[in-house]
T-cell receptor, first 114, second 115 residues
């Protein structure tokens, strides 16, 4: 069955430090991959997506992600985090099985230390 | 602001009751998706509608049903509510139904509390 794993439930980094959030997927076909962010009490906002082509994709708010087929990974990175980046981050795979639906990972909560 | 609206923002009700959650998709989007976010199950796909027709079903209970109206807004009906139905319910929309380059845009969610 298709699945998405985010190994880190909670990560804490200092303001200005670099960030990498891990995402691994299990899917037999070509994956369509997404990262969403959920701020407290808010909905899900799309950060970036990968469909094909260049395996390094740029998103909003200075985030980027790299698709590595050999490792079944789609890790999210940011060179320097800001306190406003504190939120929950979700990796998702888009499944095309009769209709598109998203399968989400369990999420990684990011805390920023001042 | 994604352009997807959901009402109400919060809903508190009792076990055994029935509630209706409403979603208006982004202008021009024909597909509507419903997701449930709970602490134990995480974010799970419930159901998708495209231009008024059901397209896909996920982990949706028989007590739950949905529909999409001619004006493309959608409603999720939850009946015989149980404590475990307490969750955040998201609606998302996208332009089409099977385009693998479609992106789903999420609304702010409706938080349901069953007492």
């Amino acid at each position: 069955a298709q699945s998405v794993t985010q190994p880190d439930i909670h990560i804490t980094v200092s303001d200005g430090a670099s960030l990498e959030l891990r995402c691994n997927y299990s899917y037999g076909a070509t994956p369509y991959l997404f990262w969403y962010v959920q701020s407290p009490g808010q909905g899900l906002q799309l950060l970036l997506k990968y469909f094909s082509g260049d395996t390094l994709v740029q998103g909003i708010k200075g985030f980027e992600a790299e698709f590595k087929r050999s490792q079944s990974s789609f890790n999210l990175r940011k060179p320097s985090v800001h306190w406003s980046d504190a939120a929950e981050y979700f990796c998702a795979v888009g499944l095309i099985q009769g209709a598109q639906k998203l399968v989400f990972g369990q999420g990684t909560r990011l805390t920023i230390n001042p | 602001d994604s352009g997807v609206t959901q009402t109400p923002k919060h809903l508190i009700t009792a076990t055994g009751q029935r509630v209706t959650l409403r979603c208006s998709p982004r202008s021009g989007d024909l597909s509507v998706y419903w997701y449930q976010q709970s602490l134990d199950q995480g974010l799970q796909f419930l159901i998708q509608y495209y231009n008024g027709e059901e397209r896909a079903k996920g982990n949706i209970l028989e007590r739950f049903s949905a529909q999409q109206f001619p004006d493309l807004h959608s409603e999720l009906n939850l009946s015989s509510l149980e404590l475990g139905d307490s969750a955040l319910y998201f609606c998302a929309s996208s332009p089409a139904d099977r385009q693998n380059t479609d992106t789903q845009y999420f609304g702010p969610g409706t938080r349901l509390t069953v007492l």
